[in-house]
Structure formats: structure tokens, C-alpha cells
């Protein structure tokens, strides 16, 4: 029996080359699975056969700290070599020799699985149950993190990440209880690309690399069987792969994974020299806009107006491939794009650009006027006849790469591109309704045996390139900012790597290759592969789009998801991207108390976000200066941890609205706020005579306090000359008069006094009214709020009146006044 030290923890590696023992040295607490038995430290596919080792042989070095383990897998006459180093905090094993090499497929560390269930961090490859953590890391980008996806999983692993079964703690929808309190929305990812996973009983770990000198044929991403090329180079072998194991207090694994990284040459980027995962710069927030050579003062002015430190730009490229930047806005391309750096760094601001990772377009000069050969190809085929360049059928040896399911029917001949509208039913097989020099390629006549092979595409129409085509991408991303000074790029559309076929391999080589060259002082972030290897690299993830929905309702269960999800990745959290509108035919303008109840939720959770809005919208909304103003105030509150962890639990609830105000020097007053639901009056509803008005039930939580209130007045039936006239409110005995006309889409605004503002529908004041009483009081508890009016136009408009109630103040301040 080897006993191996790997930090707090204690294996023991049997005979037969399984860890039998998972031990925390501490307490002796053994966390070794007794339903699976042990767990091989590696396995190895032979021939397309999944083999178990039969035996090992340790041979100890001088050292003391060095062993060559060499394991021998008997019923396929292959051993391969392992060599163990334990260090002060793990232990780092590499595979250094393999017998037969060409016929090993792959080989597989673990599935390590262990009795250890809570928190399982599929990304990260940690597992804790709150005092004790069992980690695996990937040291390289060839050894990636989840399971081969051509093997069958091992019985004992979840279907779910979300619903495992035996596991103590919440039930989810399926009925079966989950870790740490998961829902179902919990499971980000599929098992395959996952470095921890649910076990029957606790959780597994487990990293792969593959033999990628072969070719092979596997399920690639959304294709259910295509052949993958070989890849040369080093990263194709399978020597070489290497991981680290550890345990040690929950408390101590980021300590841990720091010294992993130090002490094994991986990434280690850092923000002002500190390591990015422990840096408040990860959790910055940031301004989205459209901003050019000519409106970037602007844009930084925005930025700096809402106490950010960064400005992003969403769409900068003309094309993706080469990543041209659009002279519309940057005439003076990559030198332009400098100066733009420039001015926003003398004003203390830092600038970022968006991208679509490897999806190229077909405007790119990679595909038009002459397709690149590196283009990715989802199956290759031969024609069987010689075609001219007015054919238009195309007779080949073999349908299925033309079958697939992709979105456009594409193909590469040579030098040119073809768009087909079918595929024979039988042979002799053809390609049918055959557009010829498609995408701006020229026709040419071809020579039966000419290769013709299906051009991988995507709904956003855009082709990928192969894993050796991708290289150029990477390199043109970071050479861009490294020369430009650029601080913040988010890879947004990485599972287009995965068209390359070489899984998580070539995610993890297209980012480590933007890494290298840019250096370490780059925010990054993803969108939803997250191997192993790179969550070293990558500082966050903002996932969570403002598309479609109001404000409140956008993917809040996504986002409330992910919350939970970077909690037990380790992952720095944010919130995921919210709009600022202009008034639309769907949505209204932002309003204050809605951005208020975003920041509110940034606080609760300690997270960053992205604020998006046009450079037009910045100048259209009257209340942009108040919005970002308030987000400058919030933003300073959550930067100085100023919320307890109290008032950070109530920040977080969905339903909850805040407003808060700086108090001085000493920090700044939280209000709690009620919004009553719209309380609407529609003459629609109204009997044949019976006056404008309506009878709302309204329910103050809070103290009796002046009433406030916003209205709007909304048109039917497209009638936007409609209006309203001297709107009165009425509750506590006291009538509210506005001797005024209110138009459609314009509101009417009492903050509690006796003046009225009314705003056009994107907030610009356009005058004060003054009333014909200071404001009438709202009860503590139920009352009735009475609202009458005279109604203008055919067909006449409805109003919609939202109260807003706020509770007494509390106190924030700033850790140092909350110990006075």
C-alpha cells in the first residue's frame, strides 16, 4: 500500500493501482466512497476498450518526495508510467511513458469518486462539505477537465448535476435531494466537460487527455458522429498530462490553488499585483457602449459619471476572422482604436472589447473571395464525375456529411464555395439545387475525385476554422491588445471551439494563447465553457442578458442560479448585463427605482455588473445623469463593504426595492421601499356617464408618510393625442388637484410635496405644476386611494399610477464607523 501526501489529505494507493483511502490527516476522517470501492488513479481507452490498471510498481527516489509509479493494464499488455511529486500543499502526478503508445486512445485520472458531498464545484474541481476540501487541478491545457464524451459514463455518476440521488440537502423539482440546496436551473453543464460531479453517494473529480496524434470518430458538439482529424505537436500526446490533487481546510482552498499555480508554472494573473480570483478589480462593474474616435471623451464621461472604471465596446468588428475594426468607427483602425485607449486612460479609465471568439463571418477575407483551407470541414466526400461551372448538381461518394444538421448547406470545392438545396433520397448520390461561387468565391470547373467538404456553419452565419486556422485568431486578439493597451475582453461564444472537435483541448489552447501574449492585467471572461484548466485565466463570468424583459423578469433565475454556481467555483460573482432603454413601443425608459433595484441586488451579493446603453440612448434618457449618479453611490457603498452581512441577505431577495442616499462623511442612509402594483384607471371600464375615476385599495407597510406617486398616461388603440386632464388624487380627507394636461406617454411625478413634474416617455422634464394641495397622507396599513380625472380624445387613454412607500432609514457605513 502507497501512502501518498497531497496536502491535509492522505491516500492510499493500493496494489492494483486504485486510491482506496481518502483521509483528512487532521482528524482522521475518511472520505473514501464505500458503494464505489476504490478509485484507479488512472485508466487508459486501448484500442477503443476502456481498461482498468491491474497492478502498480512504486519505485521511491532519493528524495523522499519522488516516486515512479508504473501501472500495468495486463488484458491489453500496455503499462504506463506515472511520476508522483508531493509537495508542501498536493501532489503533482504527470504521465511520462506509455508502452504501445499508438494504440492508447486516452487516458482518464479518476473518476476519483469520494463520500464527500455539499458543495461540488464542477468548474473549479473542488468538492467541500464545509470543513474539509478535496481538489483536483489540470496543469496544463492538454489535460482537460470532465469525461471523454464517447465513453459510456460510469454507473455511480448523476444524470443531473442538479438532482443526484442519496446526497444530503434540498429537494429539487425531480424529487431527489441535491448538494448545498442546487435547483434544477444549478446544472450549467453537462457531465462531459465537468471536473466534479455528483456521485450516487458524494462526488467524483476527474480529468482526461487524449492520444490527439490519431484520428477519431466521436460525438463534436451539436453533431452526434463526425470524424476528427490528428493534430500535431507536443499537446497531442498524451505524455505529459499532468494534475495536482490536494486536501485541506474549506477555508484554505484558495491558499491551496494559488500555491498550485506558483509552484507549477500555471496562470496567475493579477490586478494591481493581486492574484486576480482575491482582487476587488474582478468585481468591477462597467459601462457597455457603442463609443468611436470621435465620441470616446464622451463615453468616458458617462463612465465616470457612474464611478466605473471601465468602458466596453459590443460590437467593434467588421468582421470576426481578422477582426477588422469598422471604419465607420474607428477610421484610423488599430491606431485609432490607441488613440481611444489613450484618452480613457488619462481620464482613469480602462477600455475593453467584445468578441465572438472563433465564429467568422462570411464578409471575413478567411472565407471570401477565396475560402481559406483551414476552414473547418464537418465531413469531406469525393465527386464522382468531372462538373463544370454552370453545374448544378453535384454527384459525390458519400450523402452524410451533407445530411448533417447545421444551418446553412455549405460546402468548399477547392477555391470555391457552394450552396446545395438538398441531398439525393439515393444513389447515385447528389447534391441538388447547387448554387455555384456562393459567398463572392468563383466558379470553376472540377475533376472527378475532387475533394468537396461540408463547411461547418452556425445560425449567427458564420463558419469556424480548424484548431490550426483558430491559432491565428488568438493571435490577432492579443497582439490587438497588447499594442492597444485594451484591459477587458469577454470570449463570448467559446462553444464555437468545440467545431475544431477537440473538445475542451481547443478552448483551453485558444485562450491560453491570447493570455500569453496580452499579459496578465486583462479582465476576461467567457460564456458558457469553463474547462478546468481555464478557470485559473478567467477573472469572472457575467452571464445574464437584459434581451426581451423588463428589467426584474430578465433571466433573474439564471442569474440567481449563476450566484450559487460562483459561489462554489470559487469564481468572483457578478451580476450579468442590465439595459438602460429608451421608451419603446414594448418598455418604458429605465426608471431610477429600477436600477435601483439592480444595484440593490449587486450589494446583496457582493457582485459586479454591466450597465448596456447606445451612445444615442446616454443622450436621449433626461434622467441619465440621476441613473448613473445612483449607480455611482451604490457602486461606492459595495466597493467599501459597507453593507453588513444582515442588510446583505435582505439586499439580495428579488422582491425587495431599496433606495439609498449618502449621509455626509459617515456613510449613507438605506431606505426599504414598497411599490404598490400598478393601480390602473381605464374608461374602457367605465359605466355610460359615470364620471373619470377610480376606487384602488392600497397597503402601506411603513410609517404614515406624505404620499408619493408616479403617472402614467398610456395610449389605447395607438391614439398618442390623447390626454388626461386636472388629475386629482385623493385619500385622507385632502383632495390633490393638478390644474394640468397630461398628454399620452407622458407622466406626471409627486415626490410627497405639493409640485408635480411632468416628463416626456424618455424622462426630459418638460415643466413643474404646482397643486392645489401638499400632498394628502398615506396610513400605516390598508386605506383607499381615490383618483379621478378628465379624459381627452377618441379613444381615450388609460392611466396607470405606481405608489412608492419608504420605510424608516438605516445606517451604512464603512466597516471602520459600523466598529465605532
Not at 457603442?290 to 458617462?302: G, P, Q
Request: a negative charge; charged letters at 20%.
Amino acid at each position: 500500500m502507497k501512502k501518498i501526501a497531497a496536502g491535509s489529505l492522505l491516500l492510499s494507493l493500493s496494489g492494483s493501482g486504485c486510491i482506496v483511502s481518502w483521509q483528512d490527516t487532521a482528524d482522521g476522517q475518511e472520505y473514501a466512497s464505500a458503494s464505489a470501492g476504490g478509485s484507479p488513479l488512472i485508466r487508459a481507452v486501448v484500442d477503443g476498450r476502456l481498461c482498468l490498471p491491474s497492478s502498480v510498481i512504486c519505485r521511491d527516489e532519493g528524495d523522499g518526495k519522488t516516486s515512479m509509479l508504473t501501472f500495468a493494464f495486463a488484458d491489453v499488455d500496455i503499462q504506463i508510467t506515472v511520476k508522483l511529486t508531493c509537495k508542501e500543499k498536493y501532489a503533482n502526478f504527470e504521465v511520462t511513458h506509455i508502452d504501445d503508445v499508438d494504440r492508447v486512445d486516452t487516458v482518464i485520472w479518476g473518476p476519483y469518486v469520494t463520500a464527500m458531498s455539499g458543495s461540488i464545484g464542477e468548474s473549479v474541481g473542488v468538492v467541500h462539505n464545509g470543513n474539509f476540501a478535496i481538489g483536483l487541478q489540470a496543469l496544463n491545457v492538454k489535460t482537460v477537465g470532465g469525461w471523454p464524451i464517447e465513453l459510456e459514463r460510469p454507473e455511480y455518476v448523476q444524470p443531473s448535476y442538479s438532482a443526484p440521488r442519496g446526497a444530503k440537502g434540498e429537494e429539487s423539482e425531480s424529487g431527489r435531494s441535491a448538494p448545498d440546496g442546487t435547483q434544477p436551473s444549478d446544472s450549467k453543464f453537462e457531465y462531459e466537460v465537468c471536473a466534479a460531479w455528483p456521485a450516487t453517494e458524494g462526488s467524483l473529480l476527474q480529468a482526461f487527455a487524449r492520444n490527439r496524434t490519431k484520428a477519431g470518430r466521436r460525438a463534436v458538439w451539436n453533431l452526434p458522429d463526425i470524424t476528427v482529424e490528428p493534430i500535431g505537436g507536443e499537446d497531442a500526446c498524451i505524455a505529459g498530462t499532468r494534475i495536482a490533487l490536494f486536501g485541506c481546510p474549506a477555508d484554505q482552498v484558495l491558499d491551496t490553488i494559488e500555491a498550485i499555480e506558483l509552484g507549477e508554472g500555471l496562470p496567475h494573473p493579477t490586478f494591481d499585483g493581486v492574484w486576480g480570483k482575491r482582487s476587488p478589480v474582478a468585481t468591477c462593474s462597467y459601462l457597455i457602449t457603442d463609443f468611436s474616435e470621435s465620441t470616446i471623451l464622451e463615453a468616458v464621461h458617462y463612465t465616470k459619471l457612474a464611478g466605473l472604471r471601465y468602458v466596453y465596446h459590443p460590437d467593434p468588428f467588421a468582421d470576426w476572422g481578422h477582426f477588422t475594426l469598422k471604419p465607420g468607427s474607428f477610421p484610423n483602425g488599430d491606431e485609432g482604436l490607441k488613440a481611444c485607449v489613450e484618452a480613457a486612460e488619462a481620464e482613469g479609465v480602462h477600455v475593453g472589447l467584445h468578441t465572438l471568439s472563433n465564429f467568422t463571418t462570411l464578409n471575413d477575407a478567411y472565407v471570401t473571395p477565396v475560402p481559406d483551407k483551414r476552414l473547418q470541414l464537418a465531413g469531406t466526400a469525393r465527386l464522382t464525375s468531372a462538373v463544370d461551372t454552370a453545374a448544378d448538381q453535384l454527384e459525390v461518394d458519400d450523402p452524410v456529411p451533407f445530411r448533417a444538421q447545421l444551418f446553412r448547406h455549405s460546402a468548399r470545392i477547392g477555391d470555391e464555395l457552394i450552396e446545395y438545396e438538398a441531398v439525393s433520397d439515393s444513389a447515385p448520390w447528389k447534391l441538388l439545387g447547387v448554387k455555384r461561387g456562393a459567398n463572392g468565391t468563383a466558379a470553376s470547373a472540377h475533376d472527378a475525385g475532387t475533394a468537396i467538404g461540408r463547411v461547418w456553419d452556425h445560425p449567427y452565419d458564420v463558419f469556424f476554422p480548424n484548431i490550426e486556422l483558430q491559432d491565428a485568431y488568438s493571435e490577432r486578439i492579443s497582439r490587438l491588445y497588447a499594442s492597444a493597451g485594451l484591459k477587458q475582453i469577454s470570449f463570448d461564444g467559446l462553444e464555437g471551439l468545440y467545431a475544431t472537435g477537440q473538445d475542451g483541448y481547443g478552448v483551453n489552447r485558444f485562450v491560453k494563447l491570447c493570455y500569453d501574449h496580452w499579459g496578465d492585467e486583462v479582465i476576461n471572461d467567457a460564456s458558457i465553457v469553463v474547462p478546468n484548466y481555464l478557470w485559473h485565466i478567467f477573472t469572472r463570468f457575467n452571464w445574464g442578458e437584459p434581451w426581451g424583459a423588463a428589467t426584474r423578469e430578465g433571466q433573474l433565475e439564471w442569474r440567481l442560479s449563476n450566484q450559487r454556481y460562483f459561489a462554489r467555483n470559487f469564481i468572483p460573482p457578478m451580476l450579468g448585463w442590465f439595459l438602460i432603454r429608451s421608451a419603446s413601443e414594448r418598455f418604458e425608459a429605465t426608471t431610477l427605482d429600477e436600477i435601483e433595484w439592480v444595484l440593490s441586488k449587486a450589494a446583496g451579493f457582493g457582485a459586479g455588473f454591466a450597465l448596456v446603453a447606445d451612445m444615442a440612448v446616454l443622450r436621449r434618457n433626461g434622467n441619465i445623469a440621476a441613473l448613473l449618479e445612483k449607480v455611482s453611490e451604490w457602486e461606492a457603498a459595495r466597493r467599501a463593504g459597507a453593507f453588513t452581512p444582515e442588510q446583505r441577505e435582505r439586499l439580495r431577495k428579488p422582491k425587495g426595492d431599496w433606495h439609498l442616499e449618502a449621509a455626509g462623511d459617515d456613510g449613507w442612509l438605506l431606505y426599504p421601499l414598497a411599490r404598490s402594483k400598478p393601480l390602473i384607471c381605464s374608461p374602457a371600464e367605465l359605466q355610460p356617464g359615470q364620471p373619470g375615476g377610480s376606487d384602488w385599495a392600497l397597503y402601506n407597510p411603513y410609517a404614515a408618510q406624505p404620499l408619493a406617486f408616479t403617472l402614467r398616461v398610456v395610449p389605447t388603440y395607438g391614439n398618442e393625442e390623447a390626454s388626461v386632464k386636472r388629475p386629482t388624487v385623493y385619500t385622507d380627507g385632502v383632495y390633490m388637484t393638478f390644474d394640468t394636461e397630461v398628454m399620452a406617454n407622458q407622466y406626471l411625478v409627486c415626490d410627497g410635496d405639493r409640485y408635480g413634474k411632468i416628463y416626456d416617455s424618455n424622462w426630459n422634464l418638460l415643466r413643474t405644476v404646482q397643486a392645489s394641495a401638499e400632498a394628502p397622507t398615506v396610513r400605516h396599513g390598508g386605506q383607499t386611494l381615490s383618483f379621478s380625472c378628465k379624459f381627452v380624445g377618441e379613444p381615450k387613454p388609460e392611466v396607470r399610477v405606481t405608489v412608492m412607500m419608504r420605510g424608516e432609514p438605516e445606517r451604512v457605513g464603512v466597516p471602520a464607523v459600523r466598529s465605532n
